[in-house]
């Protein structure tokens, strides 16, 4: 996969930024936050072997809840901290039934409160011995209690969709009062695996109305190896409305697509709804990640949205991908465009997550190939992780090239080497911003230097300072 970023969109972002005391902070991105370096970090994986992952936020608790590789069960596990859920204890909720509909396959958790209560949705078929175990439909379990990780779990019933066929992956949000329910199901009369749905609800397990068609699988990304659009999660930003999907096989060629719609808008007309042409997320081979998809959408302890969705490792796949165990709970910050569209780059590659580091002029610090530069251009050269290198320093390597890192050369100019390259310090200058000081150049700094070039500056100069986001 590669990402030319040209010369004159690095031009047009460093054409911002003089190299003077009179830097304007105006131009700085805009700032979330302070940065509060007590905060746990999250670390990819987040969470191994379990897939199509659900992470919210609730009263201060981070839930989360996914397929786990025997399909048997359903399982939480909550933090206060997006990093504690790693190793969180985690609780069975409710085993899958000796025999009848609820025997076989368990898919694909929800969970949500619903009037009220504790409901987790999700998707079960009967076991074998003659019966399809590929008879899937929606189901719920209720918590009797306030709070789901002591409170007994009940069946609550199965969900009642307009047709008796093939659906899962089932979820629920609430938009300008109102409660929704999308889903995947294989509708009569539509050669495809699954396609999506909305409906109003009128109940944790009844529509309030005719659902509308949200997505049909018929572009080549979307039917790669089954026809698929699944996993729907929504998300609410800057006067739209998205929701993603997964397609495609489970293997590497699962990825992400999308559909908007006005915020204001009448959600239940087909009319009301854009899907994109291209997938918003696939395989990136640069950071190691394989067939993401399943996604959710979260925030982190400062409200700003995170994106959560599974990938493996690795492509090749022995046997049904269904039944490698291997797909991870992964999380990473979510940006969005100039446009108000989400920007969601390449899935980020094990390892703690990575920054983005504006210069107080405009612009991004930025890679083409191993030159370093300030400016614009696409999100994923301008992410860099800071690994730790004892003693309180860090190397600073780009997503991309996960091999390479940040070095200073004898000149002062930085560019990204093969191997671990520089220390620097991260050093806190206010709010949400950072210096980036090479240990063994003491009283300087990583600057935004003229013509978009990365140099070294001393740390008191303007140039030296970096906003993270």
Same mark, same amino acid.
């Given at each position: 996969?590669?990402?030319?970023?040209?010369?004159?969109?690095?031009?047009?972002?460093?054409?911002?930024?003089?190299?003077?005391? %009179?830097?304007?902070?105006?131009?700085?991105?805009?700032?979330? $936050?302070?940065?509060?370096?007590?905060?746990?970090?999250?670390?990819?994986?987040?969470?191994?072997?379990?897939?199509?992952?659900?992470?919210?936020?609730?009263?201060?608790?981070?839930?989360?809840?996914?397929?786990?590789?025997?399909?048997?069960?359903?399982?939480?596990?909550?933090?206060?901290?997006?990093?504690?859920?790693?190793?969180?204890?985690?609780?069975?909720?409710?085993?899958?039934?000796?025999?009848?509909?609820?025997? %076989?396959?368990? *898919?694909?958790?929800?969970?949500?409160?619903?009037?009220?209560?504790?409901?987790?949705?999700?998707?079960?078929?009967?076991?074998? $011995?003659?019966?399809?175990?590929?008879? !899937?439909?929606?189901?719920?379990?209720?918590?009797?209690?306030?709070?789901?990780?002591? $409170?007994?779990?009940?069946?609550?019933?199965?969900?009642?969709?307009?047709?008796?066929?093939?659906?899962?992956?089932?979820?629920?949000?609430?938009?300008? #009062?109102?409660? *929704?329910?999308?889903?995947?199901?294989?509708?009569?009369?539509?050669?495809?695996?699954?396609?999506?749905?909305?409906?109003?609800?009128?109940?944790?397990?009844?529509?309030?109305?005719?659902?509308?068609?949200?997505?049909?699988?018929?572009?080549?990304?979307?039917?790669?190896?089954?026809?698929?659009?699944?996993?729907?999660?929504?998300?609410?930003?800057?006067?739209?409305?998205?929701?993603?999907?997964?397609?495609?096989?489970?293997?590497?060629?699962?990825?992400?697509?999308?559909? @908007?719609?006005?915020?204001?808008?009448?959600?239940?007309?087909?009319?009301?709804?854009?899907?994109?042409?291209?997938?918003?997320?696939?395989?990136?081979?640069?950071?190691?990640?394989?067939?993401?998809?399943?996604?959710?959408?979260?925030?982190?302890?400062?409200?700003?949205?995170?994106?959560?969705? @599974?990938?493996?490792?690795?492509?090749?796949?022995?046997?049904?991908?269904?039944?490698?165990?291997?797909? @991870?709970?992964?999380?990473?910050?979510?940006?969005?465009?100039?446009? #108000?569209?989400?920007?969601?780059?390449?899935?980020?590659?094990?390892?703690?997550?990575?920054?983005?580091?504006?210069?107080?002029?405009?612009?991004?610090?930025?890679?083409?190939?191993?030159?370093?530069?300030?400016?614009?251009?696409?999100?994923?050269?301008?992410?860099?992780?800071?690994?730790?290198?004892?003693?309180?320093?860090?190397?600073?390597?780009? !997503?991309?090239?996960?091999?390479?890192?940040?070095?200073?050369?004898?000149?002062?100019?930085?560019?990204?080497?093969? %191997?671990?390259?520089?220390?620097?310090?991260?050093?806190?200058?206010?709010?949400?911003?950072?210096?980036?000081?090479?240990?063994?150049?003491?009283?300087?700094?990583?600057?935004? %230097?003229?013509?978009?070039?990365?140099?070294?500056?001393?740390?008191? @100069?303007? $140039?030296?300072?970096?906003?993270?986001?």
């Amino acid at each position: 996969m590669a990402y030319p970023l040209s010369r004159r969109a690095f031009a047009a972002g460093a054409a911002l930024l003089p190299f003077a005391p %009179g830097m304007a902070r105006a131009a700085a991105p805009s700032e979330p $936050g302070p940065v509060n370096p007590t905060k746990a970090q999250p670390v990819n994986p987040l969470v191994r072997n379990r897939a199509d992952a659900q992470i919210m936020r609730v009263d201060g608790w981070y839930y989360m809840t996914g397929s786990v590789p025997e399909y048997d069960r359903l399982v939480l596990r909550r933090a206060r901290t997006l990093a504690g859920l790693t190793d969180a204890p985690e609780r069975v909720l409710w085993h899958h039934q000796a025999s009848g509909p609820l025997s %076989g396959f368990i *898919w694909a958790p929800e969970l949500h409160r619903v009037d009220g209560r504790w409901v987790m949705y999700f998707a079960a078929g009967p076991s074998g $011995g003659g019966a399809d175990v590929f008879r !899937i439909r929606t189901w719920a379990v209720a918590c009797e209690g306030p709070d789901p990780m002591t $409170g007994n779990w009940q069946v609550l019933g199965q969900f009642n969709t307009p047709w008796d066929s093939f659906n899962l992956d089932s979820t629920s949000f609430v938009h300008r #009062g109102r409660r *929704w329910f999308c889903w995947a199901q294989r509708e009569p009369g539509i050669e495809t695996n699954s396609n999506l749905y909305l409906a109003p609800m009128a109940g944790a397990l009844r529509l309030a109305a005719a659902p509308v068609r949200l997505s049909v699988p018929e572009l080549p990304w979307e039917i790669q190896g089954y026809k698929v659009n699944e996993a729907p999660a929504f998300l609410a930003h800057g006067g739209r409305v998205f929701i993603t999907y997964s397609a495609s096989a489970t293997d590497a060629r699962y990825c992400l697509g999308m559909v @908007h719609a006005r915020a204001d808008a009448d959600l239940s007309s087909p009319a009301s709804w854009t899907k994109s042409p291209v997938p918003v997320f696939t395989t990136c081979a640069e950071t190691g990640v394989y067939g993401p998809g399943h996604n959710a959408f979260t925030t982190d302890l400062d409200g700003a949205p995170m994106l959560v969705y @599974h990938g493996r490792d690795y492509a090749e796949i022995k046997g049904d991908p269904l039944f490698d165990p291997n797909r @991870h709970t992964r999380v990473q910050k979510l940006y969005f465009g100039a446009d #108000g569209m989400p920007d969601f780059g390449v899935p980020v590659g094990n390892g703690p997550l990575p920054d983005r580091f504006g210069a107080m002029g405009g612009g991004w610090l930025a890679h083409d190939g191993t030159a370093l530069r300030v400016g614009a251009g696409p999100l994923p050269q301008s992410q860099f992780r800071s690994l730790d290198a004892g003693n309180g320093t860090v190397r600073i390597a780009p !997503i991309l090239l996960r091999d390479h890192a940040i070095a200073v050369g004898g000149d002062g100019t930085a560019a990204l080497t093969l %191997g671990e390259g520089s220390r620097f310090r991260r050093v806190p200058a206010g709010g949400r911003r950072i210096r980036l000081q090479p240990t063994d150049r003491p009283g300087w700094a990583l600057a935004a %230097g003229p013509d978009g070039r990365v140099t070294l500056a001393r740390a008191g @100069h303007p $140039g030296t300072l970096w906003q993270l986001a």
